[in-house]
């Protein structure tokens, strides 16, 4: 059996990929994908957690399985709202939806 | 006990035609002459018969005095049980006596006016200002409540200043109306302040309480406003002084009498009802209202007799010297105001030493016919010539009889001419004189004789001493009024129309009318009708005084006719030897120069500049310096807001990061 320690590593890597996909990237597509994979990287934490510490539960494979559902939801909400904002500034370029600002 | 009730129609009716031709004036501009004349003539007969039913058929009460009646009382404010304002109606000779005069010299001015006034623009709104004006004027004499006159006395004040400012569109009359209004303004400030001094003492804003607790030595109330003091000054002589303040300022006693004759820029028939029978002797009816209570205090009769006097004689010199007729009309009735000033100061209180009271009276009785008279000749004279200067004027007896005629008699009686109503009222204001104080008494003469001197002036300037050709005259004032269509030459109402002929009949009827009663009112026995105390008396006849005020007289008119008789250079010789004291009399001695000075050098550039700068700088910079300061706070703080997704979800993961090390090692 694989070390808990290297599975949560990877997971840790995962994490920090996103985050910093999501900190310098600009087009919001690769955003959302940014936002995927940290979920992701709980996912694999909550599945990690489950099988190794509380091994007779399920607690943590039905979040998962939730988390799935809820980031299925976002992304048709998340492109919903891309593409409206495509359609308002002719862009995906997060930079340019800047009328929210002062 | 009879009803006078009635007596509200003398107000409510020149009100009603003031809001009709207000409001409608302009769709039915002839009918709102007659309208306005047609009510003045029903107020008046209304008045005639108050005071017939008052003085002749009501008669005294058991204790010989005429009764102060109040036949319509409301009260209308009621701060504590105490103390009141009403709106009311009080009845007592001198109330009825003014009722008489207002209502008889406005319905003069009234019917005049139709002539004088005829194809005037706004002649309905002159209308509705002159309805406006009798009601305040009305309002005002017959108040209950101190209070209640002081809103009159500043109605007068306004329909004065719209009346005033009439022709609005010259910037002279304009200046004049704003002048005329903020002088009485600044005087009634002191009277507001006497009011406010009497009352919080009195507890009472009523006449007659005021008047009953005042004059009740014994009194506490009496005590504790004789007590106070301020400045070495009991409290009582402070308020009536202040009091007297509103009344010179109404009635253009030096040195606040500057508005006066600047206010001549306004309509003749205007000077004539305002600033010469009714509203100017508005502060000498105020004293008398309070007459009991002066009478109290001798040091604020002597400051009422000595300005009086003062002014007497400083108009009249000043009107010798001036050369517009309506000039010298106004600085004339500031002289005689002032006798009626100084005679209410010269006079005691109890029966026969109250003759100055009946006098002064009198004398604004008289004085508001044959001044009216005067004024509505000069406005003969002016429609005429259309010009105000003397100079342009000369031997028009024959051209203009009848106004010749009416403005003799009026010139013979201002000058205290016997049998004329000038020589009895007069002659009593010198007796009282005589017997109180002989410097005034001196003063009254030197008076007497200016005053015949500058009216005989007047009279034969106008009337005889041909100076030019008078076609020459006219033509040339025909040529001006085209030339200057909006100038000073306007003064006729007539456009560019010159009438070459004497005023129509309603000119000359008002005329008549009031030479009739300056010929007959001095027969009067006023002192039976209106005394200090209310007790009649017969004012005693005396010889000797009378030839000396007569004399006074006449030489004055035998030095006017020797000077001004015919056209001559004499009038230029004795100027000239004069030399300063002629110009700085010309210039009114250079009182409207004081009052600049005083104003623009002294309160505009020591107090007026330091608190426009403090205003600008320190109010309003500590406005600035907050608002400056949040907006910069506010600049700063808004780049947080950058728009940019990912500062956004930099500063989260900060916080994430910041709270999670939190709970790490804080738990």
């Known amino acids: ?102 | 006990m009879q009803d006078f009730s009635y007596i509200a129609f003398v107000l409510i009716i020149p009100l009603v035609i003031f809001v009709i031709t207000g409001l409608f004036g302009k769709k039915m501009p002839g009918l709102s002459g007659i309208l306005g004349t047609l009510g003045m003539l029903s107020a008046a007969c209304l008045s005639y018969f108050v005071a017939y039913q008052y003085f002749i058929a009501g008669g005294r009460t058991a204790d010989g005095l005429y009764p102060a009646l109040e036949p319509f009382k409301h009260t209308w404010l009621q701060f504590s049980p105490s103390l009141s304002i009403d709106i009311g109606i009080m009845l007592d000779p001198i109330s009825v006596m003014m009722l008489v005069v207002v209502t008889t010299v406005s319905l003069m001015v009234h019917l005049y006016s139709i002539g004088y006034m005829h194809g005037e623009e706004r002649y309905a709104t002159y209308y509705s200002f002159l309805s406006l004006f009798s009601f305040s004027m009305l309002g005002l004499v017959v108040s209950t409540n101190i209070f209640q006159m002081y809103m009159f006395w500043e109605l007068v004040g306004v329909s004065s200043f719209l009346l005033v400012g009439f022709y609005f569109s010259k910037p002279s009359a304009v200046a004049a109306a704003k002048k005329a209004f903020i002088v009485t303004r600044f005087a009634d400030l002191g009277f507001l302040a006497g009011i406010l001094i009497l009352s919080f003492y009195s507890e009472s804003l009523d006449f007659g309480t005021i008047i009953e607790r005042m004059t009740d030595h014994s009194g506490s109330i009496f005590e504790s406003a004789n007590a106070a003091s301020f400045m070495g000054v009991s409290a009582l002589t402070w308020a009536l002084c202040l009091i007297f303040m509103g009344g010179a300022g109404k009635s253009a006693m030096f040195p606040l009498h500057v508005w006066l004759p600047d206010a001549m820029e306004g309509p003749t028939p205007v000077s004539a009802l305002i600033h010469a029978a009714t509203m100017v002797v508005a502060g000498v009816f105020l004293v008398a209202r309070l007459f009991p209570v002066y009478a109290q205090v001798p040091a604020a009769l002597d400051v009422v007799m000595y300005v009086g006097a003062f002014s007497a004689l400083f108009a009249a010199i000043i009107a010798c010297t001036q050369t517009d007729i309506k000039r010298v009309l106004a600085y004339s009735t500031m002289s005689q105001i002032g006798y009626m000033m100084f005679s209410l100061g010269v006079s005691g209180y109890w029966g026969h030493e109250g003759l100055g009271y009946s006098a002064s009276m009198f004398h604004l009785f008289t004085h508001a016919m044959f001044k009216a008279l005067l004024f509505l000749g000069a406005g003969a004279v002016i429609h005429y010539v259309h010009s105000n200067e003397m100079g342009d004027m000369g031997g028009l007896r024959k051209k203009m009889p009848v106004t010749n005629a009416v403005f003799l008699i009026a010139c013979l009686a201002i000058s205290g001419v016997p049998p004329l109503s000038g020589f009895f009222s007069k002659e009593e204001i010198l007796t009282a004189a005589l017997h109180h104080n002989k410097i005034i008494y001196v003063v009254g003469l030197v008076t007497a004789c200016l005053t015949a001197f500058y009216m005989f002036r007047l009279y034969l300037s106008i009337f005889w001493n041909k100076a030019t050709p008078t076609n020459k005259v006219s033509s040339d004032s025909l040529l001006l009024l085209e030339k200057v269509p909006e100038g000073r030459m306007r003064q006729g109402g007539h456009g560019g129309e010159v009438h070459h002929m004497e005023a129509p009949m309603t000119m000359k009827l008002p005329l008549l009318i009031l030479a009739i009663a300056t010929l007959v009112t001095g027969f009067i026995p006023f002192s039976m009708y209106v005394s200090a105390d209310g007790t009649a008396f017969h004012s005693e006849f005396h010889l000797i005084p009378a030839i000396v005020a007569v004399s006074a007289g006449a030489i004055g008119i035998i030095i006017a006719i020797f000077l001004y008789g015919k056209k001559n250079d004499k009038p230029e010789r004795i100027s000239s030897v004069l030399g300063n004291i002629y110009s700085s009399a010309y210039r009114k001695f250079y009182v409207d120069e004081i009052y600049l000075f005083v104003t623009k050098k002294v309160i505009f550039k020591s107090l007026a500049a330091p608190a426009a700068w403090i205003d600008r700088n320190v109010v309003d910079g500590m406005m600035n310096l907050i608002s400056t300061v949040t907006e910069n706070f506010s600049d700063g703080v808004k780049t947080v807001q950058s728009g940019k997704v990912s500062n956004y979800v930099l500063w989260f993961f900060a916080g994430a990061v910041v709270l999670s090390l939190m709970i790490v090692y804080a738990i």
């Open chain 1, 1 to 102: 059996m694989i070390d808990m320690n290297s599975i949560l590593l990877v997971s840790f890597g995962l994490f920090f990929i996103g985050a910093f996909g999501f900190l310098t990237r600009r087009n919001m597509v690769t955003m959302l994908m940014a936002v995927e994979l940290m979920l992701n990287a709980v996912n694999i934490n909550f599945v990690v957690f489950n099988r190794y510490l509380f091994p007779h539960k399920a607690d943590g494979f039905f979040f998962t399985i939730f988390i799935i559902t809820i980031a299925a939801a976002e992304a048709a909400v998340a492109i919903a709202i891309i593409i409206n904002l495509y359609r308002k500034f002719r862009s995906i370029d997060a930079e340019d939806a800047d009328t929210m600002k002062w």
